[in-house]
């Protein structure tokens, strides 16, 4: 059971993100459903992708930059042949080869994908939160500058394509009316009195890959089929993309929200009994384990140190790239990091091994039950 003390439940709740909000419309219902304002989610979602989106309510939400550096795996459709302004199907469509996409062979395909698979660098999507001397990437582009972003390693564990098929699609093109008359091509979508230059839509040939991708946190799915489409003359962008893993936690874990927001709606209330990964779950899914004993749970409680983790290793602080809105910032790993419980198996804090005055201690770098004295606490029963 997830601890409701105080402010409510405290854990972690997976939601099999729909198709079509953002992950910020997500928060706003799940602040409803639970009846509480401290909820955040681990790492955006596009809002026409889907899949797992991981969601902390009260304290656990201290744990979300933790789960934001893991890494993930995603069901994704690339379409070679037309590339985009935002690498992705919602953007204005900018190039076509009908060309090169009759000339394309699937081994061609699978050379380019096993290139873009290991250690790369890749340069994230202009259209993205990246910030640039303050402001988002996208807010420069929307505006009408060119924005230029730099390359950042990634790790791609996994490209593989499960299938490759050709079909047609359509192409939204400017012509003019002369250019109309001249060209003899079938048109669609030009009824009544048209504008000159008009939209014209026509048909080209494309490549449809279904793909599957595992990565490190801060890859970019819509730049590798950006990319793809580029390394083999088409140009491609990206059509579709589902989550199907963050870390440990996949689809599985995932509850349905429509299910969720008609339970609130039928019991008037917020729910008490959401399928919640209790704080201490969560943790000891993330991070190594150190059991205390009730002097040592009060020290770290009131902030104090005690003696090292494990071997006394101290690990130098690292980060990862965050994905989607938080693409510019940094955040945690779960490396050198222990959860440390009470005799009674409450979470209190996370530790990290540090050095002080040439010995090696063990830190509180958060804390879960501050103040709190574990003296009387009682050891869990197995």
């Known amino acids: ?33 639970a009846g509480t304002r401290r909820v955040g989610h681990a790492g955006t979602l596009d809002p026409a992708a889907t899949g797992v989106l991981i969601l902390g309510l009260n304290k656990a939400t201290k744990l979300l930059t933790y789960l934001v550096g893991q890494d993930k795996t995603y069901q994704a459709t690339i379409q070679l042949g037309i590339s985009t302004e935002t690498d992705d199907a919602q953007g204005r469509q900018t ?24 250690d790369i660098m890749q340069v994230p999507s202009a259209v993205s939160a990246i910030k640039v001397n303050g402001v988002r990437s996208y807010t420069r582009v929307r505006s009408g500058e060119q924005v230029e972003l730099a390359a ?54 494309v490549i449809n890959c279904e793909v599957t991708v595992s990565c490190s946190s801060g890859t970019y799915i819509r730049a590798l089929a950006r990319d793809l489409g580029q390394m083999l003359g088409t140009g491609g962008h990206l059509i579709r993309l589902r989550r199907t893993r963050v870390g440990e936690t996949t689809l599985a874990d995932a ?37 205390l004993s009730a002097q040592q749970a009060t020290d770290v409680s009131f902030g104090r140190r005690i003696s090292p983790n494990g071997d006394g290793t101290v690990t130098p602080r690292q980060a990862h790239a965050s994905t989607g809105d938080g693409g510019e910032k940094q955040h945690a790993t779960t490396e050198g990091v222990y959860a440390a419980f009470a005799p009674d198996g409450t979470l209190v804090a996370l530790l990290e091994n540090l050095k002080q005055r040439g010995s090696v201690v063990a830190a509180p770098t958060l804390v879960f039950e501050a103040g709190t004295d574990f003296s009387g606490a009682l050891e869990k029963s197995s």
């Open 1 to 33: 059971m997830a601890k409701t003390k105080g402010d409510g439940p405290s854990g972690l709740v997976v939601i099999d993100k729909p198709e079509g909000i953002t992950s910020h419309d997500v928060v706003s219902k799940l602040r409803w459903i």
């Open 95 to 118: 190039g076509t080869c009908p060309e090169a996409v009759e000339a394309l062979t699937e081994q061609r395909i699978l050379e380019a994908v096993a290139s873009l698979t290991g």
């Open 152 to 205: 950042r390693p990634v790790r791609v564990n996994e490209f593989t394509v499960h299938s490759i098929q050709r079909t047609m699609t359509s192409w939204c093109v400017l012509v003019s009316q002369q250019e109309l008359a001249e060209a003899g091509i079938d048109v669609a979508g030009t009824h009544g009195e048209l504008s000159d230059p008009t939209t014209a839509i026509t048909s080209v040939p």
């Open 255 to 291: 509850a349905a929200l429509p299910e969720l927001l008609e339970r609130r709606q039928t019991a008037g209330q917020p729910l008490t009994d959401m399928p919640l990964l209790s704080l201490e779950e969560a943790a000891r899914r993330l991070f190594k384990v150190r059991e």
